[in-house]
């Protein structure tokens, strides 16, 4: 079964809004990761969250996550046009070290 | 720049042709990845090497061939492929295997087939 899955699958915004993705998984795991993909492009490492912890900030960026509910939510402040991407998480769950993505999110963000 | 260089970054082949991707990382990491990523799927993992020996076969078919000669460089050849294998072909790095930490990306081959 899929471990992550985001919410929403498009997300449209005007520049200088906030935007919120979440995460739902299935099973326990280490960490939670947050990717940033331009279209067409790699994937960039945003931001890892640890299943100790609740809330993580990195910039503009503010994670939080929510084990006893399997999920996680990526805050993006003050969106500017270049965040418009797709956003995935990515969990290990059960599986053996194996990175597990969600579908993503795309972001857009209006100027 | 991630520190993993992908080439070539656009490929289009015929069913019977016979093309190689390459990866190369310069983050002195010990462990390789490659992804596939079709569109409206989540990423695909296909395969993975840690100390250049492969610790992962995900069901792959044959047709794709992955080589790798050290930790610093993956290759995945590729051989009588299908349409339906027309994709973005990603190349990842880690520096362990297995690891639960941070994946570093190359900018993928956007593969056609025709």
């Known amino acids: 079964s899929q471990q992550g899955e985001e919410d929403p699958q498009a997300l449209s915004i005007q520049e200088g809004e906030n935007a919120t993705m979440n995460c739902s998984y299935k099973?326990?795991?280490?960490?939670l990761q947050w990717y940033r993909q331009n279209s067409g492009r790699g994937l960039v490492h945003l931001i890892l969250i640890r299943s100790n912890e609740r809330e993580k900030h990195s910039g503009r960026l503010r994670v939080t996550l929510d084990t006893s509910k399997k999920s996680s939510s990526l805050l993006i402040t003050a969106s500017r046009a270049a965040d418009t991407a797709s956003y995935f998480c990515a969990t290990d769950g059960n599986q053996g070290g194996k990175l597990i993505f969600g579908q993503g999110t795309e972001l857009s963000v209006k100027p | 720049e991630t520190g993993v260089t992908q080439t070539p970054r656009h490929l289009v082949m015929g069913m019977t042709n016979k093309k190689s991707l390459k990866c190369e990382q310069h983050?002195?990491?010990?462990?390789m990845y490659w992804y596939k990523q079709s569109a409206k799927k989540p990423l695909e993992l296909m395969f993975v090497y840690n100390f250049k020996e492969q610790t992962e076969n995900n069901s792959v078919p044959s047709r794709f061939s992955p080589e790798c000669p050290n930790s610093s460089h993956l290759f995945l050849h590729l051989h009588t492929l299908q349409p339906e294998d027309s994709a973005l072909y990603l190349c990842a790095s880690s520096q362990d295997y297995p690891s639960q930490e941070t994946q570093y990306f190359g900018p993928g081959t956007r593969l056609l087939v025709l």
């Open positions: 983050l002195g990491h010990n462990a």
């Open positions: 099973t326990s795991i280490n960490n």
